[in-house]
């Protein structure tokens, strides 16, 4: 959303495009800039033309990924947002609490069930995300699994496939940006700021909402440190 992304937005000094690449029909909004030795751009899906909330979950994602590669042809993707945190799950402390940052190992789906073989696997659509080991050693953050899905809320059938998928985070956006990331081979980094404890005591949308603006201002702040550790380094060097 583009509340998440205002603060690096501001921060970086970024500018928003008028006359983007994209298609004139979408919401799409595209900022750009020069920070250090990086271009950087920050593409949003923007607010749904119907309704006019934020264009949240799978089909934004994917849809704006693709376009993006397309148009701007990066080097890198980062998916950086916020997401739900496990304080507990599979009887291991996974140890995530609100304001936590995670910089994603693997991504996966986890509300595609598709019960035939080998599709079974095609539904979850699990992908090793880009290796960070000097970034992640060097700023000290947290290590995790994620996992995708188009609801906020998690239902049994939901729980389970998170379960095993071993998820420690869970967001709307991830695993279909990896998904076609991967189609065109760009390297990408998912990193993701937990709002809410998603097997705590408290409703998710509460506390998404009470604690989405400091988690933001976190999030911005390990954000700028990834790309002050990415400037000046060759990818094989993150």
């Given at each position: 959303m583009q509340k998440e992304a205002q603060p690096l937005i501001n921060r970086l000094r970024l500018v928003e495009e008028v006359n983007t690449p994209f298609p004139k029909e979408v919401t799409w909004v595209l900022f750009k800039g020069m920070y250090k030795d990086l271009s950087i751009n920050i593409v949003c899906p923007g607010k749904d033309s119907t309704l006019g909330v934020e264009s949240v979950g799978t089909v934004p994602a994917s849809l704006v990924t693709y376009a993006s590669i397309l148009a701007i042809q990066p080097d890198l993707i980062?998916?950086?947002?916020?997401?739900?945190?496990?304080r507990v799950h599979i009887l291991q402390a996974k140890g995530a609490c609100i304001s936590d940052v995670y910089v994603v190992s693997t991504v996966a789906f986890h509300d595609r069930r598709i019960p035939v073989p080998v599709l079974d696997l095609y539904g979850v659509g699990m992908r090793k995300a880009f290796p960070t080991p000097n970034l992640i050693k060097e700023l000290n953050l947290k290590v995790g699994r994620l996992s995708t899905g188009d609801s906020m809320d998690m239902s049994p059938h939901d729980e389970e496939s998170i379960t095993a998928n071993d998820a420690t985070v869970k967001d709307m956006e991830g695993a279909a940006v990896?998904?076609?990331?991967?189609?065109?081979?760009?390297?990408?980094?998912?990193?993701?700021?937990?709002?809410?404890?998603?097997?705590?005591?408290?409703?998710?949308?509460?506390?998404?909402?009470?604690?989405?603006?400091?988690?933001?201002?976190?999030?911005?702040?390990?954000?700028?440190?990834?790309?002050?550790?990415i400037s000046g380094k060759c990818l094989s060097d993150l």
């Open positions: 980062i998916n950086a947002g916020t997401a739900g945190g496990f990896a998904y076609v990331a991967d189609i065109f081979k760009v390297p990408t980094i998912l990193i993701k700021g937990v709002t809410d404890i998603v097997d705590g005591n408290r409703p998710t949308s509460e506390e998404f909402l009470e604690n989405l603006a400091a988690v933001t201002a976190k999030l911005d702040e390990s954000l700028t440190k990834v790309i002050d550790f």
